[in-house]
C-alpha cells in the first residue's frame, strides 16, 4: 500500500517557525518529484513548493512567491522523506498542508499531474 504521511503541523505565532514532514512507503520516492500544497478553508488547493530528482548532483527546487525567502523544502538522498521548514510564519499560511508525488516528470504547479498525496497537516498561525 502506497501512503505519505505528514507530520509536524501545529499552532504557532506569527514569525515563528515551523517544520512539516512527510514520510512514504510501499514504494520509493526518492527519484521522483515532491510538492507541498496548501489548502486554506473554503479554499482550492494551492501549489507551495516542489523538489524535482535531477540526478547529480542532487534536486531542482522551486517555490511559491508568497513563500519564497521563507519556506524551504529538503529531503535527504537516500530516504523517503521530504521536510518543508517554514519560517517567519504569517496568519495567511494558515492552511492544511499536503505533500504529494509525482513518479515522472510533470508539471510542477499543476494539482492533476500529482499521483499520490499524503492526508494532510493542519498549520495555524495566530496574530
Known amino acids: 500500500q502506497v501512503q505519505l504521511i505528514e507530520s509536524g503541523g501545529g499552532l504557532v505565532q506569527a514569525g515563528g517557525s515551523l517544520r512539516l514532514s512527510c514520510s512514504a512507503s510501499g514504494r520509493t520516492f526518492n527519484r521522483d518529484t515532491m510538492a507541498w500544497f496548501r489548502q486554506a478553508p473554503g479554499k482550492a488547493r494551492e501549489w507551495v513548493a516542489a523538489?524535482?530528482?535531477?540526478?547529480?548532483?542532487?534536486?531542482?527546487?522551486e517555490y511559491a512567491d508568497s513563500v519564497k525567502g521563507r519556506f524551504t523544502i529538503s529531503g535527504g538522498d537516500g530516504e523517503n522523506t521530504v521536510a518543508l521548514q517554514m519560517s517567519s510564519l504569517k496568519p495567511e499560511d494558515t492552511a492544511v498542508y499536503y505533500c504529494?508525488?509525482?513518479?515522472?516528470?510533470?508539471?510542477?504547479?499543476?494539482?492533476?499531474?500529482?499521483?499520490?498525496w499524503g492526508q494532510g497537516t493542519k498549520v495555524t498561525v495566530s496574530s
Open positions: 523538489r524535482r530528482w535531477t540526478g547529480a548532483p542532487g534536486y531542482y527546487v
Open positions: 504529494a508525488a509525482q513518479p515522472k516528470e510533470k508539471r510542477l504547479r499543476i494539482l492533476a499531474d500529482y499521483d499520490y
